[in-house]
C-alpha cells in the first residue's frame, strides 16, 4: 500500500495490485507536487479549481487522486489492463465524489485522449519503461488541443529512456531520482 501525501486524504491508504504496476514512490510524488505546485504559485496559475487532470498509463491512480486531494475537480484515468483497472476503481470510488472521476480503458496509444470540457491543467505519462512511443504520445495530445497555455506535462521515464520533445513544448524542469528522470513539460510561451 501507499498512501497519499497532501490535501483533504492525506495518509489515507491506496491499494496496489500486486504485478503489473510501479507506483511513483511518496517521495518523487513529494517531489512533482512541489515543483508543479511552485511553479504555479511563481506564475499565478491556479492548478486545482474548475480544472482537470489526465493520468495517462494511471496504474493505482496515485498521481491523479493526489490531485483530487488537492482540491482538482476532474480526473481522466487512462489505464487498460484489466486487473489493474479493477483496482483502481476501488481507489476512485474510495476517494472520488460522483462525476469527479472517469476511467477510460482503451491503449491510449490507438485511442490517444480526446478533447474535454474542462480545462486541462495537468498531465501524468507515467509508461511501463521502455515499452511505449512517448514523443508519438505527445503529439498527439498536442494534436487534440488538449494542451492549454497553463497546462503541465509531468513525464516519468527510465533515466536511459530518450524522448523527443515536440517543437511546441518545453522542459522547464528535469528531475532525477534512482532509476527514474521526471521530464516537466509546458508549451512554448
Avoid: W
Avoid at 12 to 25: A, D
Avoid at 85 to 100: A, G
Amino acid at each position: 500500500m501507499i498512501k497519499i501525501i497532501g490535501g483533504k486524504y492525506k495518509r489515507s491508504n491506496l491499494t496496489v495490485p500486486q504485478k503489473n504496476v510501479r507506483p511513483t514512490s511518496a517521495i518523487k510524488r513529494e517531489a512533482i507536487f512541489s515543483i508543479i505546485e511552485s511553479h504555479a504559485f511563481n506564475n499565478s496559475i491556479d492548478l486545482y479549481k474548475n480544472k482537470a487532470v489526465l493520468d495517462i498509463f494511471a496504474g493505482s491512480g496515485s498521481l491523479g487522486l493526489e490531485t483530487i486531494s488537492r482540491g482538482m475537480k476532474k480526473a481522466y484515468f487512462y489505464e487498460n489492463n484489466l486487473e489493474v483497472t479493477k483496482n483502481l476503481k476501488k481507489n476512485c470510488l474510495r476517494f472520488c465524489k460522483e462525476n469527479t472521476y472517469e476511467i477510460i480503458e482503451n491503449d491510449v496509444m490507438i485511442f490517444p485522449p480526446e478533447k474535454i470540457s474542462l480545462q486541462v491543467s495537468l498531465i501524468f505519462i507515467d509508461p511501463p519503461y521502455h515499452q511505449y512511443d512517448i514523443s508519438k504520445l505527445l503529439l498527439e495530445i498536442i494534436n487534440k488541443n488538449i494542451i492549454q497555455k497553463n497546462t503541465i506535462i509531468i513525464i516519468e521515464t527510465h533515466k536511459n529512456e530518450k524522448f523527443q520533445v515536440p517543437e511546441k513544448l518545453k522542459t522547464f524542469n528535469q528531475r532525477s531520482y534512482g532509476k527514474t528522470t521526471i521530464n516537466f513539460l509546458k508549451l512554448l510561451s
